[in-house]
């Protein structure tokens, strides 16, 4: 149960959260608790999901990478939760199958063929565990895969954008509410 209210409002008043809302939808057929969760501190939720928005949207990076970043940085840092809200992503707002994705959780980067991805995912990665120690060879990696300065500061931003909502959604304990198929996916270890 999570540890603070759900807030599921019977109207949605603000345009910019109504956006929001109409956005999560397309990509996950329905709002999941974690926007819920959110709406507990409805001052920041339209800036925060609005800065989410414009990351996977205006950078050099696409969706689907970036659902790629989000499932393994997500199951990086333990949280079924999110992991299966980026598998979702990539599964049903994405079009991926169903069985790619599932292997992708289980797996890692070992279920990755683009060189392109791979790249990323290991950046993303590191990033993630140790950011003070990324070198040089990292970053190159990036460029000589297509990214400039601005997909490698998109990349790292969107890193930090999962980590923030996997601390959110582990410490509130958010309820779980994706199929148990990801959940489990995400639990496996690769």
């Keep these: 149960m999570a540890r603070v209210k759900i807030i599921k409002p019977d109207t949605i008043d603000d345009p910019a959260v109504a956006g929001i809302f109409e956005w999560v939808t397309q990509m996950e057929g ?19 999901l609005g800065a989410t928005k414009i990351l996977w949207e205006a950078g050099e990076l696409d969706m689907t990478e970036i659902q790629h970043v989000g499932i393994l ?3 990086d840092n333990g949280c079924a939760y999110c992991t299966a809200a980026f598998c979702t992503i990539l599964n049903y707002g994405l079009g991926a199958e169903e069985d790619y994705v599932a292997t992708l959780a289980e797996m890692g980067i070992a279920a990755v063929e683009s060189p392109r991805l791979n790249a990323i995912l290991k950046y993303a990665l590191k990033v993630n565990r140790d950011p003070a120690g990324v070198d040089d060879s990292e970053i190159a990696a990036l460029r000589e895969n297509g990214l400039t300065d601005k997909g490698i500061v998109q990349l790292t931003h969107v890193v930090s954008d999962f980590g923030s909502y996997n601390r959110l959604n582990l410490a509130l304990q958010t309820d779980y509410d994706y199929r ?6 995400a639990l496996k270890d690769g």
């Design 30 to 48: 329905s709002v999941p608790n974690h926007f819920f969760v959110e709406m507990n501190f409805p001052e920041y939720f339209p800036a925060k």
């Design 180 to 185: 148990d198929l990801w959940r489990s996916a």
């Design 73 to 75: 940085v997500s199951k």
